[in-house]
């Protein structure tokens, strides 16, 4: 469409005339993501995506802390970031110039070297641990965009890939240069669920180690909570999360 008219606003009007894109309802993974944002879990998120699910997921929360989390939705809104961000790599549907939306390439060649390659490589790709995940299928913005933020990583960061196939034929495996060790063969949603139980796991840890403490200290009978830790395990982490908001008198 753009070798014809030098324009994509034919595509981009399209796609934005549904709304889909601006309402679209997080999955559970979406909402996962929000949560260990919120639980300061994962430092920041980078989508190439345009819709916003994960916008729509962390107000879906209702959490105060959702507030805190910076969402920079293009280079422009610098200003937005705080300690936790959320990232539209490509821009997103709330960008109203349809020139300006990165579907090609050559505009993301742009987008990385004049705005977007100092601000990931200084306030993303610092954390220890990297994950690339529901990237999708194989379109060429999109290997192309791993690409850049594999290249941007310092080299003593640990990165990972999540894909549902299998490795042998995952295009973005052979563009990040992936190894068998850190390869993931899982889903988006199953991913995300498998990372809130590791964290949910670790906060009841925390919860019996106080509670032990708590029993020594104060010389109380040593009651056995085991049962009611477990019911908590299996509530996961929105669920566990909306009950501590109760019991904190958290709106």
């Given at each position: 469409?753009?070798?014809?008219h030098?324009?994509q ?8 005339d549904s709304?889909?894109?601006?309402v ?5 993974g ?10 300061g879990a994962?430092s ?5 995506n ?5 916008k ?9 802390r959702?507030i805190a989390?910076g969402?920079v939705e293009?280079p422009?809104?610098l ?13 997103n549907v709330?960008e ?15 987008e990385w ?6 601000i990931?490589?200084?306030?993303v790709?610092i954390a220890?641990?990297?994950l690339?995940?529901g990237?999708g299928?194989r379109?060429?913005?999109l290997?192309?965009?791993t690409?850049?933020?594999?290249a ?5 960061r640990?990165?990972?890939l ?8 995952s295009?973005?495996s052979?563009?990040?240069e992936?190894?068998a060790?850190?390869?993931i063969?899982?889903?988006w ?18 919860l019996?180690?106080?509670?032990k ?7 109380l009978?040593?009651d ?5 830790l477990a019911?908590?395990?299996?509530l996961?982490l929105i669920t566990?999360?909306?009950?501590r908001a109760?019991w904190l008198?958290?709106?």
């Amino acid at each position: 469409v753009f070798a014809k008219h030098g324009s994509q606003r034919e595509i981009v009007e399209r796609l934005r005339d549904s709304r889909a894109l601006e309402v679209a309802t997080p999955n559970e993974g979406y909402l996962i993501a929000a949560a260990l944002l919120c639980e300061g879990a994962i430092s920041s998120v980078v989508t190439l995506n345009y819709d916003l699910a994960l916008k729509n997921a962390l107000s879906q929360l209702g959490t105060s802390r959702a507030i805190a989390i910076g969402i920079v939705e293009c280079p422009e809104d610098l200003d937005r970031q705080t300690a936790t961000n959320v990232y539209y790599l490509h821009r997103n549907v709330n960008e109203r110039n349809p020139e300006l939306w990165v579907l090609r390439t050559a505009a993301l060649a742009v987008e990385w070297r004049d705005h977007w390659q100092q601000i990931i490589a200084a306030s993303v790709l610092i954390a220890p641990v990297v994950l690339f995940a529901g990237l999708g299928t194989r379109i060429a913005v999109l290997i192309e965009s791993t690409r850049l933020l594999r290249a941007a990583l310092p080299r003593d960061r640990e990165f990972y890939l999540a894909d549902p196939g299998d490795m042998a034929n995952s295009a973005f495996s052979q563009a990040l240069e992936i190894d068998a060790h850190h390869y993931i063969q899982l889903r988006w949603v199953a991913l995300m669920k498998e990372l809130s139980e590791r964290l949910l796991m670790e906060q009841i840890d925390k919860l019996d180690q106080a509670a032990k403490i708590k029993i020594r200290e104060d010389g109380l009978q040593n009651d056995d909570i085991a049962h009611l830790l477990a019911r908590l395990q299996e509530l996961g982490l929105i669920t566990a999360g909306r009950l501590r908001a109760q019991w904190l008198l958290d709106p």
